[in-house]
Every structure is written in C-alpha cells, then in structure tokens.
C-alpha cells in the first residue's frame, strides 16, 4: 500500500519560515503530481501549491510569491519552502498525490499543522 508521510510543521512567528515535506513509499506505478491542500475550522479546503510529472507548479493566489515548491522524483518526495509566513497561513497542511486518470481519488498524508501567531 501506498503512504504519505509528512513532517517540517510547527509555531512561528509571522515572517518566519517553516519547509515541509512530504514522502510517498509503497507501490507506486504512476504519479501525475503531488503538492498540499490545507484546511482552517470553517473555511474551505485551499489548494496551496502543486507539481506535476513534468515539473510545472501551481500556486494559490495568496501564497504565491512566498511560497515554493519542488520535488525529488527518484523519491517521490516533494517540499514546500514556506517564507513570509502570516497568521492567515495557519492550518493544517495535507499532502497529496494524484496518480492520475485511472485511480479514483488522491492520496493523503496524515496532515502537519503550521501555526502562525505573535
């Protein structure tokens, strides 16, 4: 079976920086891509960043520019270099991967939590 493990979560201060990862073991015979969505207490799950097979990325709106991320495919590990960080970037980030049109839905990992405050 397939597992996503994260870990680089953690408390800040707003400016700081935290780096995530996110590894992906078991058997895996595709990838289309990986990234993060995260998810605060009464607002909508976000998709935060995302790479794909061919190396393009994907960013939401309100981390772009602060937030990058970037991969190891021999691995099938991604990290998300987190800059900048506000206390609007608080939640808990999800890693996940899509294996593409012939599964169902997406991998997850088991969720880091990015606390932002003063």
Known sequence: QVQLVESGGGAVQPGGSL??????SGSILTMHAMGWYRRTPGKQRELVAAITSNGSTNYADS???????SRENAKYTVYLQMNNLNVDDTAVYYCYADRGPWYSGLLWGQGTQVTVSS
């Open 19 to 24: 780096r995530l990862s996110c590894a992906a």
């Open 63 to 69: 981390v772009r520019g602060r937030f990058t991320i």
